[in-house]
């Protein structure tokens, strides 16, 4: 079984930073990226940014490049997303997601492992 937890989710207003973590547990598996993704309400689940599992690749979505910045520790099976300059339309949950097959690591349909979501709040 793989689990995936995030935190470091929360309330800050417009303008502040957030670090939010993820952690890998369970059985070893082998993963090619590992990404973060929201959802607002109403909205349907959105990419935000991924980053090649071993490698120094990194994608962000326009709406966060420039202010977000994705890492792993793979000796930690940990990976991090550092928010900063955070606006209210960033307000969404944030899932961490792992992918092990092929695929766009833009899309989420083509991630297998998904944690349960921390609550991001930016207040204007």
């Known amino acids: 079984q793989v689990q995936l937890v995030e935190s470091g989710g929360g309330l800050v207003q417009a303008g502040g930073s957030l670090r939010l973590s993820c952690a890998a547990s369970g059985r070893p598996f082998s993963r090619n990226a590992m990404g973060w993704f929201r959802q607002a309400p109403g909205k349907e689940r959105e990419f935000v940014a991924a980053?090649?599992?071993?490698?120094?690749?990194?994608y962000y979505a326009d709406s966060v490049k420039g202010r977000f910045t994705i890492s792993g520790d793979n000796a930690k099976n940990m990976m991090y997303l550092q928010m900063n300059s955070l606006k209210p339309e960033d307000t969404a949950v944030y899932y961490c997601?792992?992918?092990?097959?092929?695929?766009?690591?833009?899309?989420?349909?083509?991630?297998?492992?998904w944690g349960q979501g921390t609550q991001v709040a930016v207040s204007s």
């Open positions: 980053t090649g599992w071993g490698s120094s690749s990194t």
């Open positions: 997601a792992a992918k092990t097959g092929f695929g766009s690591v833009r899309r989420a349909a083509d991630y297998n492992y």
